[in-house]
Protein backbone atom coordinates (compact mmCIF):
# COMPACT_ATOMS: atom_id res chain seq x y z
CA UNK A 1 0.00 0.00 0.00
CA UNK A 2 3.13 2.42 0.48
CA UNK A 3 3.02 2.74 -3.68
CA UNK A 4 -0.24 3.99 -3.69
CA UNK A 5 0.38 6.85 -0.58
CA UNK A 6 2.13 9.56 -2.77
CA UNK A 7 -0.60 11.66 -4.74
CA UNK A 8 0.44 14.78 -6.58
CA UNK A 9 -1.97 17.45 -7.34
CA UNK A 10 -2.31 19.97 -9.80
CA UNK A 11 -3.94 19.68 -13.31
CA UNK A 12 -1.68 17.18 -15.77
CA UNK A 13 0.92 18.44 -17.63
CA UNK A 14 1.52 18.26 -21.58
CA UNK A 15 5.41 17.08 -22.40
CA UNK A 16 7.47 19.43 -23.98
CA UNK A 17 5.82 22.79 -24.76
CA UNK A 18 4.31 23.86 -21.26
CA UNK A 19 7.34 23.54 -19.76
CA UNK A 20 9.37 26.14 -21.80
CA UNK A 21 6.43 28.57 -20.92
CA UNK A 22 3.74 27.58 -23.26
CA UNK A 23 2.07 25.25 -26.46
CA UNK A 24 4.83 25.67 -28.93
CA UNK A 25 3.06 25.80 -32.00
CA UNK A 26 4.80 25.56 -35.70
CA UNK A 27 4.72 28.48 -37.79
CA UNK A 28 3.35 28.44 -41.43
CA UNK A 29 5.66 28.78 -44.02
CA UNK A 30 5.30 31.85 -46.53
CA UNK A 31 5.26 31.15 -50.39
CA UNK A 32 6.14 34.12 -52.32
CA UNK A 33 3.75 35.04 -55.05
CA UNK A 34 5.88 35.78 -58.38
CA UNK A 35 3.33 37.88 -60.23
CA UNK A 36 4.86 37.03 -63.28
CA UNK A 37 5.37 33.62 -63.01
CA UNK A 38 1.68 33.00 -62.54
CA UNK A 39 0.78 35.28 -65.44
CA UNK A 40 2.96 33.41 -67.78
CA UNK A 41 1.78 29.85 -66.83
CA UNK A 42 -1.63 31.49 -67.44
CA UNK A 43 -0.62 32.54 -71.08
CA UNK A 44 1.10 29.20 -71.90
CA UNK A 45 -2.36 27.84 -70.55
CA UNK A 46 -4.49 29.83 -72.99
CA UNK A 47 -2.14 29.23 -75.66
CA UNK A 48 -2.84 25.37 -75.51
CA UNK A 49 -6.29 25.22 -75.21
CA UNK A 50 -6.15 27.99 -78.34
CA UNK A 51 -3.27 25.13 -80.19
CA UNK A 52 -6.02 22.39 -79.01
CA UNK A 53 -9.15 24.10 -80.42
CA UNK A 54 -7.31 25.00 -83.61
CA UNK A 55 -6.02 21.20 -84.07
CA UNK A 56 -9.48 20.03 -83.34
CA UNK A 57 -10.82 22.46 -85.87
CA UNK A 58 -8.38 21.16 -88.35
CA UNK A 59 -9.36 17.78 -87.80
CA UNK A 60 -12.88 18.17 -88.75
CA UNK A 61 -12.09 20.15 -91.68
CA UNK A 62 -9.74 17.40 -92.91
CA UNK A 63 -12.73 14.97 -92.27
CA UNK A 64 -10.26 12.71 -90.45
CA UNK A 65 -12.28 10.99 -87.45
CA UNK A 66 -11.68 13.16 -83.93
CA UNK A 67 -11.51 10.38 -81.79
CA UNK A 68 -14.85 9.46 -80.94
CA UNK A 69 -16.27 6.25 -80.82
CA UNK A 70 -19.70 7.01 -82.35
CA UNK A 71 -19.85 5.22 -86.15
CA UNK A 72 -22.32 8.08 -87.08
CA UNK A 73 -20.06 10.91 -85.41
CA UNK A 74 -16.59 9.48 -87.84
CA UNK A 75 -17.85 9.11 -91.30
CA UNK A 76 -21.18 9.91 -91.96
CA UNK A 77 -21.20 13.49 -92.94
CA UNK A 78 -21.53 13.22 -95.95
CA UNK A 79 -25.16 11.60 -95.15
CA UNK A 80 -25.82 14.91 -92.45
CA UNK A 81 -28.37 16.86 -93.39
CA UNK A 82 -28.45 20.80 -93.14
CA UNK A 83 -29.64 21.24 -89.88
CA UNK A 84 -27.64 18.43 -88.60
CA UNK A 85 -24.83 20.37 -89.43
CA UNK A 86 -25.85 23.75 -88.25
CA UNK A 87 -26.50 22.04 -85.10
CA UNK A 88 -22.75 20.38 -84.83
CA UNK A 89 -21.47 23.76 -85.65
CA UNK A 90 -23.80 25.80 -82.85
CA UNK A 91 -22.53 23.38 -80.17
CA UNK A 92 -18.65 22.96 -81.26
CA UNK A 93 -19.09 27.32 -81.30
CA UNK A 94 -20.26 26.73 -77.99
CA UNK A 95 -17.77 24.73 -76.53
CA UNK A 96 -15.32 26.90 -77.57
CA UNK A 97 -16.77 29.70 -75.85
CA UNK A 98 -17.20 27.95 -73.08
CA UNK A 99 -13.38 26.68 -72.50
CA UNK A 100 -12.13 30.32 -73.35
CA UNK A 101 -14.51 31.61 -70.61
CA UNK A 102 -13.31 28.71 -68.49
CA UNK A 103 -9.49 29.64 -69.09
CA UNK A 104 -10.22 33.26 -68.63
CA UNK A 105 -10.73 33.05 -64.99
CA UNK A 106 -9.33 31.80 -61.84
CA UNK A 107 -10.01 29.55 -58.79
CA UNK A 108 -9.92 32.57 -56.53
CA UNK A 109 -12.49 34.91 -59.27
CA UNK A 110 -14.75 32.33 -59.27
CA UNK A 111 -14.87 32.07 -55.66
CA UNK A 112 -15.22 35.81 -55.30
CA UNK A 113 -18.51 35.76 -57.46
CA UNK A 114 -19.87 32.87 -55.43
CA UNK A 115 -19.21 34.59 -52.28
CA UNK A 116 -20.47 37.85 -53.64
CA UNK A 117 -24.04 36.13 -55.31
CA UNK A 118 -24.20 34.56 -51.64
CA UNK A 119 -23.96 37.80 -50.29
CA UNK A 120 -26.69 39.65 -52.22
CA UNK A 121 -29.31 36.50 -51.45
CA UNK A 122 -31.99 37.52 -48.66
CA UNK A 123 -32.11 36.01 -45.40
CA UNK A 124 -35.27 33.51 -46.47
CA UNK A 125 -31.86 31.49 -47.94
CA UNK A 126 -30.71 31.10 -44.71
CA UNK A 127 -29.77 27.86 -42.76
CA UNK A 128 -31.96 28.25 -39.40
CA UNK A 129 -30.35 27.09 -36.59
CA UNK A 130 -31.94 23.83 -34.64
CA UNK A 131 -31.62 22.84 -31.20
CA UNK A 132 -30.35 24.81 -27.86
CA UNK A 133 -27.28 27.20 -28.02
Known amino acids: MADYDFRPGGSLKF ?17 PKPNSQSDSTRDR ?7 LLFKEEAELVSGSASGSNSPAVQGSD ?6 ERRFEEA ?43
Do not use: C, W
Open 15 to 31: KGGVAEGGIVKKKKKSK
Open 78 to 83: VRKTDA
Open 91 to 133: QRRRLEHKVAQLARKTHKDRVNELNAKLESLSEHHDIPKVGPG
Open 45 to 51: ERERVKE
